[in-house]
C-alpha cells in the first residue's frame, strides 16, 4: 500500500514540528475525531470499488443529525429506537440510491447528485431552515465520552472503538466472496455478468453499505459536534479524497478497502500537519482538490503503461 | 458642533484606510494566524468610527419608556410626526420578512406573531411573507404587497443596498413604511427600528473577555463569516478593544456556524498553543461547541462570551463557567406592530427608534435560564407575556 509511506512521512513531519502530537492521549484524540470521516471513507470506497460514486453522504449525514435531533428531542428514553431508525434511514436511501442507478440506468454521478439535493430541500423544508430539538446525552457519548485512564493508551474515545468494530467489519466483508464479486464486478462488469455474478444486485448492496456508513459516521459527528445543519456539509468530497489517496481506482476493480481507511487517516493528518505549520484553513478544499487531480493521474498514468 | 465636524473626518478617514489597506492578498484569518503578538489584523473595511462612537455611547443611555417592557424603551428618542397617517381600524398589517432561516429570525417571528394575536381586536389581517433569504423574492414580495391595499408595511430587509430602491418605491405609495432589524440607506420609511447594534455587542465581550484573561494569556476569536455587516461590527469593536487592552489574541478564524468545524479549530489551538486563556465569539450560535471543546480535552473552560441562547445559559448555570452574554434582543420583532399601531392612530413614534440591548452577566444570569424551553429559543424574547406563551416557541 503506497498510502503506508505517505502517512509515515506526515507523521514523522508533525513529530517534529509539534512531539507533543505523539503522546498517546493526544494521538486517541485525534483518531477519535477522525472516525466519520474515515468511516464514510470506508462506504464510499465500496460503492467506488463497484464502478460507482455516492455524493449523497454528506447531505445524508446532515439529515440523519437533524432528523435525530428532532425526533429524540433531548428525551434520553428514545435514544436507541432512533440510533436503529438512523440506520433503518440510512440502507434505505443507499438501497433507492442502488435501485435507481442499476434498474433505471441513471449514471450514479446524477442519481447521488439528485439525492444530495433532494435530501437538502427536504431537510431545509421539514425544519423550516432551522435545526429544532435536541439530542440526548446518551447519543452524545458516542461522538464525546471516552474510557477514560486505559493503561498505555490513556483516554480511549467511544468513536475509536466504533470505528474498529467497523474496520473490521469491512475487512472481512471484502475478504468474503461478496468481496471479491464486487471488485470483479467494478474491474469489468460485462466480465463478470458473463460469469454469472448479478451486478445490479452487487452494486445495489454496495450503496447500502455506503448509506449504513454515513448513518454510523451521522451517530459519531452529531455526538461530536451536535445538531447543526452543517453537520455533513462537503464530507462527500473528504470521503472521495481518501478513497483515491488511498490507491482506489475511480471507475472501480482496484483498491483495498484499509487503503481507504488509511487515506482518509493520511487527509486528516496532513490536516493537523497544516494546523501546525500556522496554514490557514481556508486552504483545506484547495488541498483536496489537489489531491484528487494528482491521484488520479498518477493511477491513470500507471494503468496506460500497464 | 466642532465635535461633529472633527468625528465625521475620522469617520471619513477611517474608511479611507480601510480601504487603502484592504489587499484581498491579506484575508482576516489568513494574517491572524501568521503573526504572532497582539494578531488582531487589519481593521474591517466596515468599520465607522463615527457609528462606532455613536453606538458605544448609547451603551450607557438609559432609555425612555416602561422599564420592564424594553421593547417599548427607546434611547434618546426623536419623535416624528405620524397625524397624516391616521385612519379609523381595524387595518390590514402587512410584514416583507428577509426570511426565517435561523433560530434567531424564528423565535423572533413568532414573538411577531404572538403580538399581532394580542392585538387582534385593532388588526384584522395579518399578512407575511417569507423572502426566503433572497434579495430577488423580496423586492418582488414588496411590489406584490403594494397592490394589496395594506394599511402599514413592515419590512426587515435581507440586504441593505439592493433591497433600498424597493423601500422607497413602497414610501412613494403614501402608506406607512416601517423597517426594522437591518437597515436602508434611506430615510424615507417612518421609523427604523433597531437594538444599539454590533459594536455595542462585539465592545461588551471583548471588554469582558480582556479583563477576565490574565496579563499575557492567549485569546482566540471565533468568527461566524467574513464580509456581513452585522458581524463586521462586532468584530471591529472587539478588535479596538483588544487592541487598546494589549491582549495577545493568537487567532482569529472562521467557524461558518458550524459546531464540529468550531470544536476542531478550538482542538488545534488547544494542540498547537498547550492553553488558552480567553474567548471572544461574534454570535452565540456555536459557544455550546467550543465550550465542549475545552470540556471534552479535560482542560478548564476559559473565560468567553455568548449569547442569549439558552443551550449557553444552560451549560453557563450548570458548570459555573465564567461568561458573558450580549444580546441582540429577539423582542424587537414585537416593536414594528406596536410602531405600525401607533403611527395608524396619529400617534408620534421614535425615529429612529432605538431599542436598549442588555447583557446577561453572572448577575442576573438565574432570570434567563428556563429549562422548560428549547436549547435553541433565545432567552430575550420579551415574549413571556404574549398569548400562547411557552407552548407556542417550543
Redesign the interface.
Known sequence: MPILPILSVLLVLIAVR?P??MTPS?LM?FLG?SAPIVLLAAGQYFVIVSGEFDLSVGSLVTAQVVVAARLID?DPSRTWPVVLLMLAFGSVVGLVNGLITTRLRVPSFITTLGMFLILVGAVYLWS???????LSAEFRQFG?RAFEDTPLLG?VPYALLVLLAAAVLAVLLMRSDFGRTLVAVGDNPRTAELNGVRVGRAKTIAFVLSGVAAAVAAIV?GG???V?F??G?GLEFGAITAVVLGGVALGGGRGLVAGAMLGALTLETLF?LM??Y?????LRPTVQGAIILAAVAVSSMRSSSR | MRRTGVAVAAAFLSVLAGCATDEPSA?P??AA??TAGSGTGEQSKFFVQADYDNELALLDVSPTGPSDRPWEQALNPKMAETAKFKKPGPYRICFSNA?????W??VGFKTMQAQVEAERRRIKEFIHVDA?GKDQKQIADINDLLGRSCDALIISPNTTATLTPAVETACRKGLPVIVFDRGVNTSCPVTFINPIGGYGFGHVAAEFVSQQVKPGGKVLALRILPGVDVLETRWSAAKVAFDKAGVNVVGV??T??????????V??YL??H?TIDGVWMDAGAVA??AV?AFQ???KPVPPINGEDQL?FLKLWRDDKLTAIAPTYPTYQWRTPILAALRILNGEPVPSPWKLPQPTITEENLNEYVDADM???HYAMCGCTDLPGYPQRWK
Not at chain 2, 426570511?99 to 433560530?103: D, E, F, S, T
Open positions: 509539534q507533543d502530537f493526544s484524540s475525531r433531548s423550516d431552515g432551522a435545526p429544532k430539538g435536541g464525546r483516554r459527528l461530536y459536534s451536535g447543526s452543517q453537520a456539509a493537523a494546523n501546525f500556522g496554514v490557514s484553513g481556508a | 484575508t484569518s489568513g494566524s501568521r426570511g426565517l432561516n435561523n433560530p429570525r424564528q426566503e478564524e472562521f461558518d456556524g458550524d459546531p464540529a468545524k468550531t470544536k476542531k479549530i482542538d488545534d494542540q498547537r498547550g455550546v461547541a465542549e471534552d480535552a479535560g443551550d428549547p436549547p435553541l
